[in-house]
């Protein structure tokens, strides 16, 4: 067997002890390359100058002895074992010592226990190593983002509140920045998410670069960056966010035979001993960045307190999370309103259009003009529009409707361009039980002729299951009535802005007329919005078209059962 090779430090003044030594771990089948020191300076050298398995050291020595020679070890590197070797230590200095954290002490005239002991040693110090290099990368992985190695959320917010306290104690000014990439997303729908996350990677190292060695630099999550300016003012915050923007701006990425390139929107807010918690400051640069990007992207905007637009926008993002609270926490509701056919009998409701709405805290009815602006803005739109057609679907489930009658849902243009909604659908219609000729879907006419080919197979294959489409707020946009040709929609739905008016308006009463009987040429139904009295309703008939809904057909009411069902739960 051949002999094991073991860095040893000798800490001993007796060179003639150390020889014994040597002998005896030669003699057990050790081969040492060991070093010799006698005092507390020699110590700390030889443990800087390389590394060592193990060190042995005397107990008593001039101006020296074990525990001092311990502590120094243990100070240099916690891991590294330490035995005492001595020909005179007491029980008492010798528990001490082991309390200390020493792993053996061997009396000299018992050399034999040695070589087992630095054995032993070896192998529970390879043990002990490998748990601390756990433990850090556990540590690590808390406090830092894995993709690029910046902090990570958690760890840039204790920094936060560590400045926000200094602030507090020795006032002072420091900024943060926000960034968002621009159009990042093209290189994940393009070349996927490995794509996108080297270039995350690349792009980690270029703000790495720019930044000052003292700033605090972090990825939030996604394709968003933190920067903690300590000591920093607006003034010089503004340079610092206009060098990163350049450096962005000028970066190029390649992936598979392909070149890409991003900009990022910054946001900046100053701190101070006013600035409020971290969370305040954060929403304010979010608000700021988001600011930016409005402005046409690979814009910097400053956070000013005044800011009648940056209000208006914190306003929208205190919406987002009431409106995460109420796809969380059963705030949202359904209503519907009646569409009564005009060239029939007027008294049967041909349709219900379904309606969302919102309850605050007190159980108040928040309308979705409120609250639909910041979710278009904010990207939750999907969300909410998978809620309504779950909902919707369950209620038309439980609720089948003689002859026919059926139900419209609204679905916005983010859900037109969602591939996974249309499966989502059909598994709703499936789980539910509902006849697909039952559901109406309303799309707006800007959401249809903006995403035209999506839009159009969006609906063919909803079709195919045997759902209806309707064109809501027809004339509301850039209308052209040449997509008439081409959108699979069953129902044009006349926007409310040519309804009002109708009996006193004669351009009004012409463009409802064009669009009706365009509308009959395509062999499509019309449908009036915000008809609001019989007056309307007879000038309506007049022209011929088919449907009508609003105050003067009828309100919006809640769904009688799903509302019974909410009191009762509320109750229990």
Request: net charge negative.
């Amino acid at each position: 067997m051949p002999d094991m090779p073991v860095q040893l430090l000798f800490v001993e003044d007796v060179e003639d002890d150390v020889l014994l030594i040597l002998r005896e771990l030669k003699r057990g089948g050790f081969e040492v390359d060991y070093r010799t020191v006698d005092s507390a300076k020699a110590l700390e050298s030889a443990l800087t100058e390389r590394a060592w398995d193990i060190v042995v050291t005397d107990h008593n020595m001039p101006g020296f002895d074990s525990r001092a020679a311990f502590e120094i070890v243990h100070h240099h590197n916690p891991d590294l074992p330490v035995i005492i070797v001595s020909g005179s230590i007491g029980e008492e200095v010798a528990v001490a010592a082991m309390r200390m954290g020493a792993k053996d002490y061997i009396m000299k005239d018992n050399l034999r226990r040695l070589g087992p002991a630095i054995r032993r040693e070896l192998d529970d110090s390879g043990a002990r190593r490998a748990r601390r290099r756990a433990e850090a990368a556990i540590k690590h992985l808390a406090l830092h983002d894995p993709l690029t190695g910046l902090d990570n959320r958690t760890s840039f917010l204790e920094a936060l509140d560590a400045v926000l306290d200094k602030t507090q104690r020795q006032d002072g000014h420091h900024s943060l920045l926000f960034l968002d990439l621009d159009q990042f997303k093209v290189v994940n729908d393009t070349c996927g998410h490995l794509a996108g996350d080297e270039m995350l990677k690349q792009l980690a190292d270029v703000l790495r670069r720019t930044v000052r060695a003292n700033d605090r630099l972090a990825r939030l999550g996604g394709d968003e960056f933190c920067i903690l300016l300590e000591s920093c003012v607006l003034d010089r915050a503004r340079e610092i966010a206009e060098t990163l923007r350049l450096a962005v701006h000028d970066f190029r990425f390649f992936w598979n035979g392909k070149l890409f390139s991003v900009g990022v929107s910054i946001g900046i807010v100053g701190i101070d001993r006013n600035s409020g918690g971290a969370n305040d400051i954060l929403s304010a640069a979010d608000i700021a960045c988001y600011a930016a990007k409005d402005r046409g992207r690979d814009a910097i905007q400053v956070y000013e307190q005044d800011d009648v637009e940056l209000t208006r926008r914190r306003g929208e993002m205190d919406w987002v999370g009431r409106i995460d609270n109420a796809l969380d926490g059963g705030h949202f509701r359904l209503w519907r309103q009646p569409i009564r056919s005009l060239t029939s009998n007027g008294a049967n409701v041909h349709h219900y259009e379904l309606l969302l709405r919102m309850l605050d805290d007190d159980g108040n009815i928040i309308l979705p003009g409120a609250f639909l602006p910041a979710a278009e803005r904010y990207d939750r739109m999907r969300a909410i529009d998978r809620w309504v057609v779950d909902k919707a679907l369950r209620y038309v489930g439980e609720h089948r409707s003689p002859g026919e009658q059926f139900h419209s849902i609204n679905l916005s243009g983010a859900s037109i361009g969602d591939d996974s909604l249309r499966k989502f659908v059909g598994d709703r219609i499936a789980e539910h039980r509902v006849d697909p000729r039952s559901i109406c879907f309303e799309v707006t006419e800007t959401a249809a002729i903006g995403n035209f080919t999506v839009a159009v197979d969006f609906m063919q294959d909803l079709r195919q299951l045997g759902c209806r489409f309707a064109l809501d707020d027809f004339g509301s946009g850039l209308s052209s009535f040449a997509y008439l040709k081409s959108l699979p929609v069953d129902f044009i739905k006349i926007d409310g802005r040519f309804i009002r008016s109708l009996g006193t308006d004669p351009m009004d009463r012409a463009i409802v007329e064009a669009i009706h009987k365009v509308a009959h040429v395509a062999n499509l139904q019309t449908i009036a919005e915000f008809v609001e009295d019989t007056a309307i309703v007879e000038v309506l008939r007049t022209i011929g078209v088919d449907f009508a809904q609003g105050y003067g057909i009828g309100k919006p009411e809640p769904l009688p059962e799903l509302e019974r069902r909410a009191v009762a739960n509320a109750t229990r």
